[in-house]
């Protein structure tokens, strides 16, 4: 008997069980129809050739959550509370810094890996007319029922000063994902950029029931948001041809991918899986890896979708995230 067909085998029958009761990101599904196209190559040729030198400072990243509701009341449902939402931003800067306490479960094999992206997120204090804001905007609309990229039509901030993060009630069918985002380089013209999210999968309280995979979609997302793939490329988690993808990071070993399980042991490509990467889908994310934030960190360097102007002095003012505002 083949034993490793055997146990790919039933690394897949798990991902389709437990797929009927989390919801799994769309990034790939909407990058289909732009990650061949010539503009987005050239582009991430552009990020990848731009080998600045890692910042000592954290680079600064102004936040705003727009949450399209359906008339609830603050805290019910979609409509998440203020708390849920500094929940959020919280465990974001936890994992950016190497601050959360799940990093003490990396296993041996990783630890002298791990990733500090030096990355800190703060909601804005400035909109874009320069007026005072807490970085919420609470709008009622029925598109956050099944959304995709039309909410950006209800509410969005320039995307090269904030980062939009849309929270809704869910995302269309089509897509059937907790939340998603587009790589740099993808869109172009007047599409807004940022991160459409499920309220389920934002923090750890409120309307999310702070599983390690909910806590950590947003990092998640990030990930997609500053370049990186899913650790085993563009293909289908759990797909057994997954051995044959690279997600473009050279420190994070080739593999299916991992879905709500949590085997340390894995080995689907012939190695050990590093399954506890927030780029998989298992129940036990909890690390970048030191590639992966150079990766990230090119992004930011890079004038490619403005990830640059992010965290510039001017734009810190600007949206009143810089620290003497």
């Known amino acids: 008997m083949n ?4 146990f790919l085998f039933l690394v897949l029958l798990c ?3 437990f797929a009927q009761n989390t919801k799994l990101c769309g990034t790939d599904f909407v990058m289909q129809k732009y990650r061949n196209t010539p503009h987005f190559k050239s582009e991430q040729l552009k ?3 731009n080998n600045n030198n890692l910042s000592q400072n954290p680079k600064i990243i102004p936040l705003v959550f727009h949450i399209i509701h359906n008339g609830d009341s603050i805290g019910e449902d979609e409509n998440i509370s203020i708390d849920q939402i500094n929940d959020a931003v919280s465990i974001l800067n936890e994992d950016y810094n190497i601050l959360n306490e799940d990093l003490n479960n990396v296993v041996e094999s990783f630890e002298n890996i791990i990733g500090d992206v030096n990355v800190e997120y703060r909601l804005a204090r400035l909109d874009p007319n ?3 804001t807490n970085g919420i905007n609470r709008v009622f609309s029925s598109l956050g029922n099944q959304a995709n990229d039309c909410v950006k039509e209800v509410i969005s901030w320039d995307d090269t000063k904030y980062v939009n993060i849309w929270v809704v009630e869910e995302i ?3 897509i059937g994902a907790a939340a998603y985002t587009y790589l740099p380089g993808s869109l172009w013209g007047d599409e807004v950029e940022g991160i459409i999210i499920n309220h389920e999968y934002v923090g750890s309280i409120g309307s999310s029931n702070n599983t390690p995979y909910k806590r950590h979609t947003l990092s998640h997302e990030f990930g997609h948001y ?3 793939e899913h650790t085993w490329g563009w293909g289908t988690n759990g797909d057994l041809d997954n051995c044959s993808y690279d997600d473009g990071v ?3 070993p080739n593999t299916v991918g991992a879905y709500s399980t949590c085997n340390l042991s894995q080995q689907s490509c012939g190695s050990l899986d590093n399954i506890q990467n927030f780029m998989d889908y298992s129940s036990c994310t909890c690390m970048f890896t030191s590639d992966q934030v150079i990766r990230m960190q090119n992004c930011l360097n890079s004038s490619v979708s403005s990830r640059n102007n992010l965290w510039t002095n001017n734009n810190l003012w600007e949206t009143g995230t810089h620290d003497n505002y």
């Open 3 to 6: 034993f490793k067909k055997v």
């Open 15 to 17: 991902n389709l069980i």
């Open 47 to 49: 990020i990848l050739n």
């Open 130 to 132: 320069g007026n005072c």
């Open 172 to 174: 269309d069918s089509d």
């Open 226 to 228: 500053f370049n990186l």
């Open 250 to 252: 050279d420190d994070t």
